[in-house]
């Protein structure tokens, strides 16, 4: 058991519906992300290398903070965890709630109010790198460092991520609370 670091990158920033891919630090190729942009309620799925679909991020619509959804299971219709914001131009957090079997199907109005975080997610002042950890115990899940991009570099340059997760913690649940937590912020950014 060892720490991992994933690149996350995406070929186009312009263009949402085309892929990020995960790549580990000797560019073995992990996961794909598809994240399209005609999907109103930004549905993202993470398939492995094979094309085999793993997990589904879904952005809840009409609520009063962002939250996202992260499903798997059959037809990805499991939920297993509920990631809610709290985003203002000061402060960006979010708290991650799981589920226990049986998992609640992702068209169920599920309530996540009597469950206690699993975990936290905060950004430092800028936004771009955060932190996954355990509020309770302060252990640290992983962390995420985001490479910025000037205006001129933005249409012709990948989007960059590296995603450091802790030994003995699941890659792709990681990974999935990074996603949903980077869409989130890009959501408020535009």
């Known amino acids: 058991n060892k720490e991992i670091t994933l690149s996350v990158r995406e070929k186009v920033r312009m ?3 085309n892929c990020f891919k995960v790549y580990d630090l000797n560019n073995t190729e992990f996961f794909k992300i598809n994240s399209p942009i005609n999907s109103m309620r930004g549905k993202h799925v993470i398939s492995d290398v094979n094309g085999e679909e793993l997990a589904k991020m879904k952005k809840k619509l009409l609520s009063l903070h962002p939250t996202w959804h992260l499903n798997s299971g059959p037809k990805l219709e499991s939920r297993l965890a509920t990631l809610v914001f709290d985003l203002t131009l000061l ?5 991650c709630y ?3 079997p049986p998992y609640p199907h992702e068209d169920d109005d599920t309530k996540y109010e009597h469950l206690r975080p699993v975990l936290v997610i905060k950004s430092d002042v800028s936004g771009r790198d955060f932190k996954m950890y355990d509020e309770v ?9 985001r490479r910025t991009h000037g205006n ?16 003995g913690v699941d890659v792709l649940f990681m ?3 990074a996603m949903m937590y980077t869409y989130a912020l890009d959501d408020i950014e535009h």
């Open 15 to 17: 263009n949402r519906d």
């Open 137 to 145: 115990t302060n252990e640290v899940w992983g962390s995420v460092i």
């Open 152 to 167: 001129s570099e933005m249409l012709v340059e990948t989007d960059n991520y590296t995603v450091t997760i802790q030994p």
């Open 91 to 95: 402060k960006k957090k979010a708290r």
């Open 175 to 177: 990974l999935s609370l």
């Open 98 to 100: 799981v589920y226990s």
